[in-house]
């Protein structure tokens, strides 16, 4: 065992940059879930005065979101299962709650053939969009960097 500052361990001090790594991670998820919720379910939309009307609403709104994580979940197992799907983004929050939205209140110049025709489709192209920028920012990783001159 080595002595760093204040007397701690390089053993114990990589243990802990492990931990402050790992909980940056679970902050991180934990706040895309809050913004998520907050858009796809109007968490921050309620008007409530008092703290009952308040704690319904949140309560409503936190259901539904787990409900909708709960469908991605299952359809992206369902997904990696049956193989149909290969060259797709995975059904993400926002997704499927378009897709529930369009069918259940359908826009006024859109039939369902479009609206189960757009998803794959926008699924799709993300992936492809998404290899595109694997592509560049690995070939950009190999350019060397040139420092600004005089």
Do not use: F
């Not at 919720?37 to 968490?43: F, N, P, R, V, Y």
């Not at 149909?84 to 369009?102: Q, S, Y």
């Not at 025709?117 to 492809?128: I, K, L």
């Amino acid at each position: 065992m080595t002595e760093v500052e204040d007397g701690i361990t390089t053993e114990v001090q990589d243990e802990m940059t492990g931990l402050d790594e790992m909980m940056t991670e679970v902050e991180d998820t934990i706040e895309e879930d809050h913004r998520l919720a907050k858009q796809s379910t109007g968490l921050d939309a309620g008007q409530g005065i008092r703290w009952r009307s308040w704690h319904r609403w949140t309560a409503i709104c936190l259901l539904a979101y787990i409900y909708l994580a709960v469908a991605v979940a299952v359809q992206r197992e369902h997904d990696a299962g049956s193989g149909l799907d290969a060259g797709l983004v995975p059904v993400t929050v926002p997704e499927l709650l378009r897709l529930l939205r369009d069918i259940v209140i359908p826009p006024p110049r859109r039939d369902r053939a479009h609206r189960l025709y757009w998803s794959p489709w926008r699924r799709r192209h993300q992936h492809r969009a998404r290899q595109a920028h694997q592509r560049w920012n690995a070939c950009a990783e190999r350019i060397p960097v040139v420092k600004g001159g005089d």
